[in-house]
């Protein structure tokens, strides 16, 4: 899949600018805060997963009252026209061919993007609330049809937590709370083994992927992932009725501490993947990356975790997402560079963004665009 | 929102603004509508707010909208009494008996369990529903099954669980209307969780 034209219309620093794009590798240069980074962020919104960088309220170019994205997308055979609006206070709307489509399923179920930016080095060494997110939205780009789990699960967990907070604390909660709870603790647990279940799934079709692509680019080593919760152990199968079941019963033992504290105290909401890692010459022991490993080799980490999505999106969907990396290389030592340039080459679209040109120079480009105060020069490699 | 009107105008667009679905631009066109509109027009509009609001008041025993005791269902003898069929709101009421398929009783719970907007049983009609069950009206025969139709969305189905726990121990039947598949749609559109429910709750085909 690729985006072969993109307009940007009052989004971020772009006021009108049409970029025209190769079904390759697309270098983006330009010097630091020029719009490169914004480009790659209008090429994920079509997506359909808003923004990797935080709000989308923050799409919209200062003093304009929308920002709009317009793209001619091809996937497969077939080539969509793809508008975008997004409004402050009234979220995203969406054409394809000009006829409006109700949310963002539509989107999701025609392209799929991998973002790796410099600050995805947070999927490692950041909270467990990203590593979630990361495997949330992993879940939805392999189903698009599955994000209604993730939301009955936000409406039960928010519902839950509400009669919680709304339990008399101390002398035990009042009747009416306690014969309600009973309801909310079911469909807690149903759409709380559902979730989870459901990432279990992904984590365990990424982790191949991922290590993989660590071991290549760390040139050795060894990269697992195991999904942490406290309320399994080994013996919880990753079926949907065994989850129910560990779920149910972790959650008698805390109840009484959650009316104590007004909270939901364990489930989905609370869980983690464990990237544990082994470099090159140390196999014999694994250790926690978010605590043991070097920057460097957080970076690795996540960009082998990001390496991975792509290459397990190509094999579900039967093609190649594309490949946003943002400001990639000048972050990575010489080798990793080398090996990361040949690693792009003929994975379908790429867009890499770069500061310095020469960083890149290697990885065969087959457009370059130049970017200078939200205005876009596309040239031939070799040009200037 | 800012004071944007003199007194009047403003007072009207906000009272309209209150209103469930209307925004405070909806507010805004609906108001300027009014004004433009004929004084008998506003009147009449005026009037069939006042009279509705002074004829009409909930059965007794349902709970639906009636303009006397009983609203026309629980009034009427054609009904099967031992039936009752559980909804959140009046307007489904409408929307089961335009089916033609129902010929049993209601009872409007008037909303669904939400911790977060703090509706909890004690706001909804449950303590008259139990009270239905338990000493039927004089002369009319037990209640035998509670039909729980409620949405079926996560706070519908949380209230639908709710009153099963309650009801099946006075040996009445509690059911839950199916949830599934849309007839005449299409299954490669739909999606998981709808699937899902549809095979849950999936019946024998007698050949």
Same mark, same amino acid.
């Not at chain 1, 310095?356 to 087959?366: F, M, Q, V, Y």
């Given at each position: 899949m690729r985006v072969d034209r993109l307009v940007l219309e009052d989004f971020r620093n772009y006021e009108r600018e049409e970029i025209d794009l190769s079904g390759g590798l697309n270098l983006v240069v330009g010097r630091n805060a020029q719009g490169k980074t914004n480009l790659l962020e209008a090429v994920y919104c079509i997506g359909g997963f808003g923004s990797p960088r935080g709000p989308d309220a923050t799409l919209v170019r200062e003093g304009a009252e929308r920002a709009l994205v317009h793209a001619d997308v091809t996937r497969g055979e077939r080539t969509v026209h793809v508008d975008l609006e997004y409004r402050p206070g009234r979220g995203m709307r969406a054409l394809l061919n000009g006829t409006a489509v109700p949310g963002v399923r539509a989107l999701r179920e025609l392209t799929a993007a991998v973002f790796f930016g410099p600050d995805e080095l947070s999927l490692i060494k950041g909270s467990p609330d990203g590593r979630r997110r990361f495997l949330d939205e992993l879940v939805v780009k392999l189903r698009p049809a599955r994000d209604t789990i993730k939301r009955e699960w936000d409406r039960v967990l928010k519902q839950r937590n509400a009669l919680l907070r709304s339990a008399p604390r101390g002398g035990g909660p009042g009747r009416s709370a306690r014969e309600t709870l009973v309801v909310w603790d079911e469909a807690f647990c149903k759409t709380g083994a559902e979730l989870a279940a459901a990432r279990l799934e992904v984590l365990a079709a990424l982790t191949p992927y991922a290590a993989k692509r660590y071991e290549e680019v760390a040139g050795g080593g060894r990269l697992e992932l195991s999904y942490q919760a406290?309320?399994?152990?080994?013996?919880?199968? $990753?079926d949907v009725e065994s989850l129910r079941e560990a779920l149910a019963a972790a959650l008698d033992e805390v109840r009484t501490r959650e009316l104590e504290r007004g909270v939901s105290l364990i489930g989905p909401q609370r869980d983690d993947v464990a990237v544990n890692l082994s470099s090159a010459g140390y196999q014999q022991s694994l250790l926690d990356a978010r605590a043991y490993a070097s920057q460097g080799d957080q970076r690795t980490c996540a960009l082998a975790l990001k390496l991975g999505e792509h290459d397990l999106l190509t094999d579900a969907l039967g093609d190649h997402p594309i490949l946003l990396l943002d400001d990639?290389?000048? @972050?990575?030592d010489p080798a990793r560079r080398a090996w990361l340039a040949d690693a792009i080459r003929g994975i379908g679209q790429s867009l890499v963004s770069s500061a310095?040109?020469? $960083?890149? @120079?290697?990885?065969? $480009? $087959?457009r370059i665009i130049r970017i200078e105060a939200g205005r876009a020069a596309a040239g031939e490699p070799g040009d200037g | 929102m800012a004071m944007l009107y003199a007194g009047p105008i403003q007072d009207l667009i906000d009272e309209l603004a209150r209103m469930p679905g209307i925004g405070p631009k909806s507010a805004q066109r609906v108001a300027f509508y009014l004004l433009q509109a004929s004084t008998e027009d506003a009147k009449r509009l005026a009037h069939a707010i006042v009279e509705a609001k002074d004829k009409v008041r909930f059965c007794e025993r349902c709970f639906n909208v009636s303009d006397q005791d009983l609203c026309e269902y629980c009034r009427s003898t054609r009904r099967d009494p031992t039936i009752i069929c559980v909804v959140q709101d009046p307007p489904d009421i409408v929307a089961i008996e335009r089916t033609r398929e129902y010929q049993g009783l209601y009872h409007v719970l008037q909303g669904a369990l939400s911790p977060i907007e703090g509706i909890g049983p004690e706001d909804l009609r449950v303590a008259e529903l139990l009270k239905r069950l338990r000493t039927p009206e004089d002369g009319s025969p037990a209640v035998a099954e509670v039909i729980v139709a409620t949405n079926p969305n996560i706070d519908g189905d949380a209230t639908a669980m709710y009153l099963a726990r309650l009801i099946s121990p006075l040996g009445v039947l509690v059911t839950r209307l199916a949830s599934g598949m849309p007839v005449g749609g299409d299954l490669e559109y739909a999606d998981e969780v709808t699937l899902g429910r549809a095979i849950e709750g999936r019946r024998r085909l007698e050949g």
């Open positions: 406290s309320w399994m152990d080994g013996s919880t199968g $990753a990639v290389f000048s @972050e990575l310095e040109p020469g $960083a890149i @120079e290697s990885a065969g $480009a $087959a | -």
